[in-house]
C-alpha cells in the first residue's frame, strides 16, 4: 500500500479537493483506495456520501477523531489522508507518520505562500520528512494566468519548492465536489482538460 497525505497548515486551500480528485484517480485505475478524512469538518466523508452508486468504488475511513488515525484495512493499494486546516505539532507528525507521500496544495496569494513555507519549515523538523522517507510535493490550486501566479511560481522557485502541478481555478471542480465526483470519474469523460492538470501529480506519485 501507498499513501498520501494531503496537508496544509492554510484553510481552504483545496486540500479535500486534492484528496477526492486523487482518490477518484487512483480508483478509475482499477487500484482498492481508501480516502480517510482526518478533518473534524468531514469534508470528504461528505463527498464519499454524495457519491453516485456505479462510480469507481473508494472506501470511506473516518479518522476525525485523532484516537483512529491509522486504522485501514488490509489488501489496500492507495491510502488518501484529508488533513484538516491549521495541522502542526504531535497531530502533524501523526498523520505523517502514516504517509509515504505529501501534497501541500496552496493558491497564489501572498498569505498562503507565508503560511505554506512555514508549513512546509515544520514538516522538515518531522525525522521521516528530513530523511526522504515521505516526499512532499507542492500543487497551485486555483491557479489563474497573470502576475499573482506569476508572483508564487518566482517566490517558489526562489525557495526550491517548485510545484509540481498546475491546478487552474474552474467553476467545474467545486460542481463535481458537490457531487461526489472528481475530474477521473465515468460521469466526467468530458473533463479530460481536468484531467490533463492532474497528471504531472499522478506521474510524481506513480
Ligand atoms: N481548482 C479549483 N477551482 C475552483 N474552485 C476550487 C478549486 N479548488 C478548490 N476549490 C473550491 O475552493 C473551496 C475550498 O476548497 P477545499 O474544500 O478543497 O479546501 P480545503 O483546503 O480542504 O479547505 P478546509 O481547510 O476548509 O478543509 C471549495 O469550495 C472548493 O470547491
Ligand atoms: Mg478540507
Known amino acids: 500500500m501507498r499513501s498520501v497525505l494531503v496537508a496544509n497548515a492554510k484553510g481552504g486551500v483545496g486540500k479535500t479537493t486534492t484528496a477526492t480528485t486523487l482518490a477518484g484517480a487512483f480508483a478509475a485505475q482499477g487500484a482498492r483506495v481508501a480516502l480517510a478524512d482526518a478533518d473534524r469538518q468531514r469534508s470528504s466523508l461528505r463527498w464519499l456520501s454524495?457519491?453516485?452508486?456505479?462510480?469507481?468504488?473508494?472506501?470511506?475511513?473516518?479518522?476525525?477523531?485523532?484516537?483512529?488515525?491509522?486504522?485501514?484495512?488490509?489488501?489496500?493499494?492507495?491510502?488518501?489522508?484529508?488533513?484538516?486546516?491549521?495541522?502542526?505539532?504531535?497531530?502533524?507528525?501523526?498523520?505523517?507518520?502514516?504517509?509515504?507521500?505529501?501534497v501541500t496544495p496552496l493558491a497564489p496569494s501572498p498569505i498562503d505562500l507565508r503560511a505554506t513555507l512555514k508549513f512546509l519549515s515544520q514538516l522538515d523538523e518531522i525525522k521521516r520528512i528530513r530523511k526522504g522517507k515521505a516526499v512532499v510535493h507542492l500543487t497551485v490550486m486555483r491557479a489563474r494566468k497573470?502576475?499573482?501566479?506569476?508572483?508564487?511560481?518566482?517566490?517558489?522557485?526562489?525557495?526550491?519548492?517548485?510545484?509540481?502541478?498546475?491546478?487552474?481555478?474552474?467553476?467545474?471542480?467545486?460542481?463535481?465536489?458537490?457531487?461526489g465526483l472528481g475530474a477521473f470519474d465515468r460521469a466526467t469523460r468530458a473533463h479530460a482538460a481536468l484531467r490533463a492538470e492532474w497528471a504531472p501529480l499522478l506521474a510524481k506519485l506513480a
Open 146 to 179: 497573470g502576475r499573482a501566479l506569476d508572483a508564487l511560481e518566482a517566490a517558489l522557485a526562489e525557495a526550491g519548492r517548485a510545484p509540481v502541478a498546475r491546478i487552474a481555478d474552474r467553476a467545474a471542480y467545486v460542481d463535481l465536489a458537490g457531487r
Open 50 to 102: 454524495l457519491r453516485p452508486a456505479g462510480e469507481a468504488a473508494i472506501e470511506t475511513l473516518d479518522w476525525s477523531r485523532a484516537s483512529e488515525i491509522g486504522e485501514a484495512p488490509k489488501g489496500l493499494d492507495w491510502l488518501v489522508i484529508d488533513a484538516p486546516g491549521s495541522l502542526k505539532g504531535a497531530r502533524a507528525e501523526t498523520l505523517a507518520a502514516e504517509a509515504d507521500l505529501i
